[in-house]
């Protein structure tokens, strides 16, 4: 799983990338152990993170274990940005926000996620 986080440089700044895309319930569950493992190895409010949720398969279990990760990392990461979140019922990620306090900008396109992620005035959700 830890093929499937990486930090890329964009505009100068480190964004963590974590690939999510095509995976089924049982990867997806491992991935965010393993998610919540490399956060917490970061200062606070220090991360930059896109998540790409293309073609990811999220059962109850897993958006409940995405809701215990995402309040976890809070403290760690700056901005977070989803891509492809589509795959997600809207009823997930609305508990996900309601649950977590937490905005993600959504976005269809990975370049557009990199651009809002490193802008200094992404305060607002592009939902």
């Known amino acids: 799983m830890e093929e499937r986080i990486s930090f890329v440089m964009h505009e100068g700044q480190k964004v963590m990338v974590i690939d999510f ?3 089924n319930e049982k990867e997806m569950l491992a991935l965010l152990d393993e998610v919540q493992r490399v956060v917490a190895q970061h200062p606070r409010n ?3 993170t896109l998540a790409d949720l293309k073609d990811a398969h999220v059962d ?3 958006a409940t274990r995405m809701k215990e990760v995402l309040v976890l990392d809070r403290p760690y990461v700056k ?5 492809g979140s589509g795959s997600l019922p809207k009823a997930y990620r609305d508990n996900i926000r309601s649950f977590t306090q937490r905005k993600f900008a959504h976005f269809e396109s990975r370049k557009a996620a990199m651009d809002w992620l490193v802008k200094e005035d992404s305060a607002t959700d592009s939902e």
């Open 46 to 48: 220090s991360l930059l």
């Open 60 to 62: 109850r279990a897993v």
């Open 79 to 83: 901005r977070s940005a989803w891509l």
């Open 21 to 23: 895309h095509g995976c």
